[in-house]
Nanobody, 117 residues
Framework: QVQFVESGGGSVQPGDSLTLSCAPT?????????MAWYRQAPGKQRELVAS???????NYSESVKGRFTISRHFGNNTMSLQMNSLKFEDTAVYYC??????????WGQGTQVTVSS
């Protein structure tokens, strides 16, 4: 398994934007046919936020659709999550993960996003 490392979290105010990034600790994201962002808020289960699969359109949870954008950047071997119009309820630890035909990912430490006034 290949672990992912997330970065870019922080403390922001409602309405602000933030971009998260993740990268595998080894290998190339080319090997991951499916990649996704998840989040886990305090006291809640981890939930899927956005996913991207080779050859398909990205998918988003209803709660972030229209505000978040998932992208893969093969040039620098990363995946990003552009988050706009952040809300209080977006506060969570964000994780990325992925899987492919010959490789699977494992959970990293995540990156904390806190939206507060």
């Amino acid at each position: 398994q290949v672990q992912f490392v997330e970065s870019g979290g922080g403390s922001v105010q409602p309405g602000d934007s933030l971009t998260l990034s993740c990268a595998p600790t080894s290998g190339s994201i080319f090997g991951f046919n499916h990649m996704a962002w998840y989040r886990q808020a305090p006291g809640k289960q981890r939930e899927l936020v956005a996913s991207i699969t080779t050859g398909e359109n990205p998918n988003y949870s209803e709660s972030v659709k229209g505000r978040f954008t998932i992208s893969r950047h093969f040039g620098n071997n990363t995946m990003s999550l552009q988050m706009n119009s952040l809300k209080f309820e977006d506060t969570a630890v964000y994780y990325c993960n992925g899987n492919g035909a010959f490789v699977s990912g494992s959970w990293g430490q995540g990156t904390q996003v806190t939206v507060s006034s």
